[in-house]
């Protein structure tokens, strides 16, 4: 019988670990070859305080994973994440009814949920998102469930990209590396879709010859020309800039006492004899600044959200911003007070102008249900300048020549070039022997483009689990009194005044005329009627 008190020398730090030994009820079953392969992969690290936002504690920002204070974690001990992920707002990590590993440079968009699920079949029990995966915004992945591979490093610059569409269902089924699914699809238990398949929209796939017969008209073999591997990996590259830029906005920037340039532990607070710096979480709470173009190279200088404060348009200050109840990210306005703006939103809304923006919305909001999203992912800040150079010849004797150049470059951010013209005016001798005089004047104009910029007009209604997506493909733009049912996705579309939007359609790049209805579960693609929803 002890009769003192004795104490557990475990040190309670979080640690990365290998979770394939857990995973695996029975050795009986078979393991999916693409499975094992990401189960048999580098460690990542639990997603619990003092692991977030920032990934793993003091994490260098080149290597930083990001997870926004809004997403929602269960058990999150039984869940892993590797290096460089963004996991945006309002997603959800629910480990509950098994393990979640999700590898290296992949992201989980806004309101998606991961729901681990080991009670529905026996062996694996869990959701296995490999390198490289996008799931997009609003989907769900019931478990079990694998999507993507491993590229055998924590760079996972080798692996293929692989994206699950906005308001897809991944229910119990595996994407394999390099496969994609279009949005508001459904792959059921059971299947397998290969390497090189694109499920395509609204389809509903439930065993396998469906996921490989491009005849049965729910798959298409991705070609050359199929844009769906170029905007995955456009969008984790996106990402992981995403991820480092918000790692620095919450610890080692300068509203947080360090600086820009700083590492994971900022000059000011290593000064203090402090070895770990927990970060500024009002940065990153509620109505809050993207990172901004000396963080993420896409971005605007700064952009906060903004409201009508005292009759100007004004963002909140810091001590009330954070406190606002949904994720309002960016160069966002709304021309109503804030108190009013948040009594017509639900819960879980994000509205995030940190890749395309401003988003804009012109008048009062009727009402934003729950679990919303409205982004644009790929749009950018562009800094376009145009040099006009002109050179003027005027010789002593014969007749004077005029050129003239003009090049146009453009790159992401703001840029640094400064507009005006200057000339400069020099003499010689040309090759005949003559006297002349060379003026050149150059001209630089500067212009600031908006790639993937949103407006919304008054009046707007979103119901639970509606999907706005800006974004470079075309303007995205919803007039006044538009309404968007439960579920539905739109997409760089322009949808006329008073027009109605059926629950779980999917329109995109399309314009839908004023006072249109547009049925439930109704599939527009580029202006064409394409089917209805199967899902």
């Excluded at 707007?460 to 968007?484: C, E």
């Amino acid at each position: 019988m002890k009769t003192g008190a004795w104490r557990d020398s475990r040190a309670f730090r979080p640690l990365a670990e290998r979770m394939e030994e857990r995973l695996v009820m029975s050795g009986q079953f078979t393991v999916a070859a693409e499975v094992r392969a990401i189960l048999n992969s580098s460690p990542g690290a639990v997603p619990i305080r003092p692991n977030t936002p920032v990934l793993p504690l003091e994490s260098a920002y080149a290597t930083a994973t990001y997870v926004d204070p809004s997403v929602k974690v269960f058990a999150g001990g039984r869940t892993s994440i590797g290096q460089r992920d963004f996991i945006a707002p309002d997603a959800t990590l629910d480990a509950r009814g098994g393990y979640i590993k999700v590898r290296s440079t992949s992201t989980i968009q806004d309101n998606a949920a991961l729901i681990a699920s080991a009670g529905r079949t026996t062996g694996v029990g869990g959701i296995f998102i490999g390198d490289n995966v996008v799931v997009g915004t609003g989907a769900r992945i019931i478990g079990p469930a694998a999507i993507g591979g491993s590229s055998g490093s924590t760079a996972a610059t080798a692996a293929v990209a692989t994206s699950i569409g906005a308001g897809a269902v991944i229910d119990g089924a595996i994407i394999q590396p390099g496969a994609f699914v279009g949005a508001l699809a459904r792959v059921g238990p059971g299947v397998i879709v290969p390497t090189g398949f694109r499920v395509l929209p609204g389809a509903n796939v439930t065993n396998n010859a469906q996921a490989t017969t491009p005849s049965l008209g729910l798959v298409v073999r991705v070609t050359a020309t199929d844009p769906a591997p170029t905007t995955a990996r456009a969008t984790i590259t996106a990402n992981t800039a995403l991820a480092s830029g918000y790692a620095m906005l919450y610890q080692g920037n300068s509203a947080a006492g360090g600086a820009a340039t700083a590492g994971p532990i900022p000059a000011a607070v290593a000064a203090t004899g402090s070895t770990i710096f927990f970060g500024e979480l009002n940065n990153v709470l509620g109505a809050s600044p993207e990172p901004g173009s000396a963080r993420v190279a896409f971005e605007a200088t700064a952009g906060n959200p903004t409201f009508l404060i005292g009759g100007v348009q004004a963002p909140l200050a810091i001590n009330h911003a954070f406190a606002f109840p949904d994720r309002i990210i960016g160069a966002v306005t709304f021309p109503r007070a804030p108190q009013g703006v948040a009594a017509a939103l639900g819960r879980n809304v994000s509205i995030r102008a940190d890749e395309g923006q401003p988003i804009t919305f012109s008048g009062p909001i009727a009402h934003i249900g729950n679990n919303v999203s409205i982004h644009a992912p790929l749009g950018q800040v562009q800094n376009q300048v145009t040099s006009t150079v002109t050179t003027a010849i005027t010789p002593a004797t014969g007749a004077p020549t005029t050129s003239t150049v003009v090049t146009v470059t453009t790159t992401p951010g703001p840029g640094t070039a400064t507009a005006g013209t200057t000339a400069v005016t020099t003499t010689g001798i040309n090759a005949a022997g003559v006297a002349i005089t060379t003026t050149t004047t150059t001209t630089i104009a500067v212009r600031i483009l908006n790639v993937g910029a949103i407006a919304i007009g008054s009046n707007f209604t979103a119901l639970d689990g509606a999907t706005i997506l800006g974004g470079p493909a075309g303007p995205m733009a919803i007039g006044d009194d538009v309404a968007i049912g439960s579920g539905a996705v739109v997409a760089t579309s322009v949808i006329g005044t008073g027009s109605s939007i059926g629950s779980r359609a999917y329109i995109i790049n399309s314009t839908i005329p004023a006072g249109s209805i547009v049925p439930a579960g109704a599939i527009i693609m580029n202006n064409q009627i394409i089917g209805t929803v199967q899902s």
